[in-house]
RNA sequence: GCCUGCUUGGUGGAAUUUGGUAGACACAAGGGACUUAAAAUCCCUCGACUUAACAGUCGUUCCGGUUCGAGUCCGGAAGCGGGCACCA
């Protein structure tokens, strides 16, 4: 018998795939349509197991409901823009489309021997004006409808490069290049107005009930909805026309418990201040040596600066507080201004210890006596009546709120307002390799967009990347440009989008990829929206939200219908692929290539390395990353075993969700098994005349081992397609195994096991396609599987007419009892009590109850 | 720091729906069959402890609660991971 050679199959049933167009999606109305897609890879040049997985699942997914019926749509792009081809340029004198493009031609070979049901004639790349046009041309609708529009904003700064980090490339708040201490700087910049979407991105939440849990409730906090108090404090000491400071606040309910107020350091009060008081300037410029992101100015100690400038309570202006600057006052948020209650505010009491300030309870816990309650290290942010706070004292927070609010804006210094903590999309980079911004600046007409019939504006070739900073800002020849106004000489926006922007619409353009518009109406009405889509939960937040305001966009701009503003029905984010660390006596780390294991005794371990010879430390199992050097190459794994051992084992094992973790064991048992299927497969073949199957009725007969392997048979259907449809491929491939043994051990007829192989071949098919495709063509030689109906499982055959049930003694199992399926909840009491194991607890006495679970358990309290 | 998730044998995990037999299915390990031998394959054992055996006790990160019954529900703690707006 011959073994099974995958390379040969596997690559014969790839062309015949491939010249059959067997993957190629046709818009048919007729036919309910099915959409899957993955996250779209950046091109990095090499595949790694995370790809193999997510597009395996992917795969699986898109086959399974292929053969459900439905007319699939499982497209594959290229996320083409980003930093890594400008550092590759930097590093390599390459330049970034010419790395980008090669890389994408390198994946694209590492992946098509996957045997993915993917329809490549669809293929994008984000870099390519073919598709970044359409972008620009949609940023123009966006202008025009007022989503688009330019305000200042903070960017990492480095003064020694004279350039934008990006927050990765700040290490520390040193730049990873200069080592120069970041800055924060100020420069005007696009923005997409997502923040008009706040309520509506909040809102829809609600209506996706096929995305996780954790993913909405992520972006629910993301955009931190809100309800507060908007208080004008009058001020003393003030500079000028600035006599009132705008503070909000969601607990003004603890206004009488206030002791100091601060604003930010990029608040326009502080630049007034900062021009007459060096000290001040200078606390400003060393709060602005951190790094942008929010992480850094968290951690980053707090402190202050004491004004001079004092702030009244509203309803008693004696009572006067101080004024501070501070580094932990967000601009973005609120009005950039608050006021300090420290007793109920972990932050304010950290800042009030510092600073010596008073710390006055305002609400006391109901459960504790007034006179007993103190604060000490810790703030009280819990529920209970307030103290110490004039008319409001014994009130509810709630109440206290209440009350408060309605003073205030009676006295016209109070109104209640909604806040979300969700900012607007900043998409300016200063970077080469991103999609131009269309817009053109003109000392007489200003900002104007430039004609859509002189997009795309492509990226000019000719650049270098010997002078930090972005080569467009020195390419004169595309600098210079006529106004699109006025005709006057006039020069282009060089700032390029943010690759977020790419990845907000590729799903779109899937359905109509070579259309002349953006989207193509008929053919984005029918594939849209994604049914299932699939990928990494690190993009639950900004991708997701994003793609989500774009498609608003999109619909309001006329170029999706209205169902498109959700674009994803479905969401599964996978977990990440794992593997054992290695580091030698040197404390370098090593590839699982350069470590051997000699064979364990008792249980222990022992690895070396192949070059030196030394032992070698073990370390956790960790995401594959080229930094530590755990990583496996598909493409060795798929020359080694083949692309259905690679597929079978990801998705075995480990539930799609979790982590999973490349063991080498792992990956042979998968290899020995599908061997296995083959033998079996094979044999059954050669067993009898092939005739033999055409004999075969699928029907419970007199021959008891042909019925219990038809029992198997639908089980099998029934499981396996409940846990496709469940996104439970682990356990889908538990039942696989249980199939597979139940027909190898069967001494059923040849027509029942052919029968039988030819429904495990079936069910195997979304993840092994090539093997599935090799059994199946023993029998069906004209015939792809991938075109054949799923199997459907007989309700009759399911199970036999007995029942077993487990016996628990006060919730604890001590017995087991097999009847009939129709026995009688009487009956069968009477038979639990009569059994020796049962009688042996009760000691002659009468249980106090009998709990029958129906099909479940039985539990007798004594 | 803030948001969010995860934790079950030596290992990956299973226990669907509404709380109902903890350890399915595999891996590793140990033993055996076949073989001159090896590879391959097949069979058996396999949570811990007690016991000659029957059987029993404990056991789902830890502490506490609800229940006839808790891996599952509730309250608290610890450890590990993801995100934090310019990585993609």
Redesign the pocket.
């Known amino acids: 018998m011959d073994r099974y050679n995958f390379k040969k199959t596997e690559s014969k049933w790839q062309r015949k795939w491939h010249e059959k167009e067997l993957f190629k999606s046709e818009l048919n109305l007729s036919k309910p349509k099915y959409y899957v897609l993955e996250m779209f890879p950046?091109p990095s040049g090499r595949i790694h197991m995370g790809h193999v997985r997510n597009y395996t699942m992917g795969d699986v997914v898109a086959r399974f409901m292929k053969a459900s019926g439905y007319n699939i749509l499982h497209p594959m792009g290229w996320?083409a823009?980003?930093?890594?081809a400008e550092n590759a340029a930097m590093e390599n004198n390459v330049h970034p489309g010419d790395w980008t493009y090669e890389n994408i031609k390198d994946m694209r070979n590492q992946l098509k021997p996957l045997g993915l049901s993917i329809d490549w004639t669809r293929e994008i790349a984000t870099c390519d004006p073919s598709y970044y046009g359409h972008q620009q041309s949609m940023f123009i609708d966006m202008l025009n409808k007022g989503l688009a529009y330019r305000k200042n904003a903070t960017?990492?700064w480095d003064p020694v490069d004279k350039t934008?980090?990006?927050?990765?490339q700040v290490e520390n708040g040193l730049g990873w290049r200069s080592g120069a201490v970041v800055e924060r700087k100020e420069?005007t910049?696009w923005f997409f107005k997502i923040s008009n979407y706040s309520k509506d991105l909040l809102n829809s939440l609600d209506n996706m009930p096929n995305w996780p849990?954790?993913v909405r409730?992520?972006q629910k906090?993301?955009i931190?909805k809100s309800t507060g108090l908007e208080i004008d404090f009058k001020l003393k000491n003030h500079p000028k026309g600035y006599d009132k400071l705008k503070v909000y606040t969601t607990r003004h309910d603890t206004l009488f418990g206030m002791s100091f107020a601060a604003i930010s350091v990029d608040h326009p009060l502080t630049n007034i201040l900062s021009k007459e008081d060096v000290n001040l300037a200078q606390f400003v410029d060393k709060s602005k040596k951190t790094a942008?992101?929010?992480?850094a100015i968290?951690?980053a100690e707090k402190i202050g600066y004491k004004t001079n400038i004092l702030v009244m309570n509203p309803f008693d202006e004696k009572k006067l507080f101080p004024l501070f600057v501070a580094n932990f006052v967000l601009m973005?948020y609120g009005t950039g201004a608050i006021f300090g209650c420290p007793a109920h505010d972990?932050r304010d009491l950290d800042f009030a210890i510092k600073y010596n300030l008073d710390i006055i309870p305002v609400v006391c816990p109901s459960d504790t006596n007034v006179e007993d309650f103190k604060i000490e290290n810790e703030a009280f942010i819990g529920p209970g009546k307030l103290i110490n706070s004039d008319f409001i004292n014994g009130l509810s927070i709630q109440d206290a709120k209440k009350v408060i609010s309605q003073k205030l804006n009676g006295m016209g210094v109070g109104i209640e307002k909604t806040n979300y903590?969700?900012?607007d999309?900043?998409i300016?980079?200063?970077r080469y390799w991103g999609c131009p911004i269309p817009v053109i600046h003109c000392n007489k007409c200003g900002i104007v967009a430039e004609k859509k019939e002189n997009l795309p504006i492509e990226l000019p070739k000719d650049v270098t990347f010997d002078l930090p900073g972005n080569p467009l800002n020195r390419h004169k020849e595309w600098l210079n440009t006529k106004c699109p106004n006025c005709g006057e000489d006039s020069k282009r926006e060089t700032d390029t989008m943010?690759?977020?922007v790419d990845s907000s619409w590729y799903f779109t353009r899937f359905t109509s990829p070579k259309s002349q518009n953006p989207t193509e109406k008929e053919a984005v009405d029918y594939w849209m929206n994604v049914d299932q889509y699939i990928g990494g939960?690190?993009?639950?937040?900004?991708?997701l939200l994003y793609s989500r305001f774009f498609c608003r966009a999109m619909f309001e701009t006329g170029h999706v219908p209205k169902k498109v503003v959700e674009p994803f029905s479905s969401l599964f984010t996978q977990g990440m692929v794992c593997h054992e660390t290695y580091k030698d006596d040197t404390g370098k780390w090593l590839t699982p290539n350069e470590v051997k294991e000699v064979?364990?005794v008792h249980?222990k371990r022992s690895l070396f390395s192949i070059e030196t010879g030394k032992s070698i430390k073990v370390g956790p199992s960790?995401?594959m990353s080229k930094s530590k050097k755990n990583v496996i190459d598909p493409e060795d794994i798929i020359e080694q075993f083949g692309a259905d051992t690679a597929r079978w084992f990801m998705m075995?094992?480990?539930?799609p969700e979790?982590?999973?973790?490349w063991?080498n064991?792992?990956v042979?048992?998968a290899w020995?098994?599908l061997?296995?299927v083959w033998r079996i497969s094979y044999m059954i073949y050669k067993e009898g005349n092939n005739s033999e199957q055409d004999k075969f009725k699928i029907t419970l007969t007199d021959n008891n081992f042909d019925n219990d392997l038809l029992r198997s048979v639908h089980n099998a259907i029934k499981n396996v397609t409940?846990c496709l449809n469940s996104f439970?491929f682990?356990?889908a491939?538990?039942y696989l195994?249980?199939l597979t043994?139940s027909i190898?051990?069967s001494k059923a007829s040849s027509g029942a096991k052919k029968y039988a192989i030819k429904i495990l071949a079936s069910l195997m098919q979304p993840i092994t396609p090539h093997l599935s495709q090799e059994i199946w063509s023993l029998y069906e030689s004209s015939s792809f599987l991938y075109e054949e109906k799923w199997p459907d499982f007989i309700e009759e055959f399911l199970s036999n007419n007995e029942i077993?049930y487990?016996i628990?003694i006060?919730?604890?199992?001590?017995s087991?009892i097999t009847i009939s399926k129709n026995m009688s909840n009487i009956e069968l009491e009477k038979k639990v009590l009569e059994l020796d194991s049962v009688k042996k607890f009760l000691k002659g006495l009468s249980p106090k109850?009998i709990?029958i679970?129906t099909g479940?358990?039985i539990?007798v309290?004594i």
């Open positions: 950046y996320d823009f980003g930093m890594p960017v990492n934008v980090l990006a927050n990765e420069l910049q849990e954790k409730l992520m906090n993301w931190g942008t992101n929010e992480e968290e951690k973005d972990q903590r969700l900012r999309w900043g300016s980079r200063q943010d690759t977020f939960v690190e993009h639950a937040i900004l991708h064979k364990k249980k960790v995401k075995s094992d480990s539930p979790r982590d999973v973790e063991t064991s792992g042979e048992a020995k098994h061997q296995k409940y439970s682990n356990k491939i538990a195994y249980e043994n190898s051990n077993i487990p628990q006060n919730g604890k199992k001590r087991e109850k709990i679970v479940k358990i539990n309290v």
